[in-house]
């Protein structure tokens, strides 16, 4: 065979196999809408990719931007429905494991945590218990009105989102919220949580039980100023916050799950006495508690169905 027919044999099998001699052009992206048909945007690297190379995250883009932002509560965001997958194999933390698919019905939830002022108000009102203040409690303390309110136990924050025509988010609601489009680890992305006072850290946490919370929204600024990819305020440190769910193992339903303890309930996000990154990541899952803990660190934020 001479050397221009072993040329020839070699360009044709390359063809025959659907490569190129070519390099590769890739798109440039900021959105799906920017690549061709057939190819996603990479979060990552802003590159235009094959729908098969990368894990399908098209369920959790554009969080909190409501089809219609005149019917988003005050205080609340509109949080788009989706699916996503739930759990971390990351961790080794059997409690949050196995993954498993969720899909969540959009839903309004509080920017927030409820404060010390907001529950004073349903108490004036008549539709919420007084609390028996202990040492580290921000009710009734001075200067504390928009600290979140915490030593609730699960039914003082049950009635409090009823009474207001709202209700606690599920655990799954919680996790998808607090991932956010990419399933990150924190609600502000990948990085490792730092610790206050740096001037970087992204929650407010990892303190001594003197220290107590800070004002609700007020911390910090940076990344993404510790509003969740959801638009919401401390779904990270300040208080743990109360779940509809009882414990459960995995994979959970809206309202349950496998091999279920209804006497006690999951908290999620993480609180200021924390000092651990498995304490206040987006999977990770605190309690169980008993209906009737009330606990320093213990404290809400509401979530509303859209009908």
């Known amino acids: ?15 025959m196999m659907g490569c190129s001699l070519l390099p590769t052009r890739q798109t440039a992206c900021s959105n799906d809408r920017a690549c061709p048909s057939g190819q996603r945007c990479n979060p990552t690297t802003s590159i235009c990719e094959p729908v098969d190379s990368q894990p399908d995250m098209s369920a959790l883009t554009d969080f909190a931007v409501p ?8 205080g609340m965001v509109y949080v788009p429905g989706g699916t996503f997958m739930m759990g971390d194999n990351r961790l080794a933390l059997p409690s949050v494991q196995p993954i498993n698919q969720q899909t969540v019905a959009s839903f309004y939830l509080d920017i927030t945590e409820v404060t010390v002022g907001s529950y004073q108000q ?8 007084d609390l028996s203040p202990t040492f580290n409690c921000n009710w009734k303390v001075a200067g504390k009105e928009n600290h979140p309110i915490n030593c609730v136990d699960w039914n003082q924050a049950d009635n409090y989102c009823r009474k207001n025509q709202k209700r606690l988010p599920t655990e799954i609601e919680f996790e998808y919220v607090m991932r956010g489009p990419q399933g990150s680890t924190y609600s502000w992305g990948s990085a490792n949580p730092i610790s206050p006072p740096d001037p970087n850290a992204q929650l407010w946490w990892n303190r001594t039980i003197s220290t107590g919370t800070s004002p609700v ?7 993404l100023g510790e509003i969740s990819t959801a638009g919401v305020s401390d779904i990270a440190g300040n208080v743990s916050e109360w779940t509809s769910h009882a414990f459960c193992q995995y994979p959970l339903t809206s ?11 999951i908290y999620r996000g993480g609180d200021f006495f924390d000092n651990k990154n498995d304490e206040i990541c987006g999977s990770c899952r ?11 660190i213990l404290g809400f934020r509401c979530a509303k169905s859209i009908n």
């Open 122 to 129: 349903c108490v004036s009102d008549g539709n919420c218990a």
């Open 286 to 296: 605190g309690g169980p508690a008993a209906l009737t803990v009330s606990d320093p």
């Open 67 to 74: 089809l219609d932002l005149s019917a988003t509560p005050q």
């Open 255 to 265: 309202n349950g799950g496998q091999s279920c303890d209804n006497s006690k309930r």
């Open 217 to 223: 929204g007020a911390f910090p600024k940076t990344l």
């Open 1 to 15: 065979m001479n050397r221009d027919h072993s040329l020839c044999c070699v360009i044709l099998t390359v063809a």
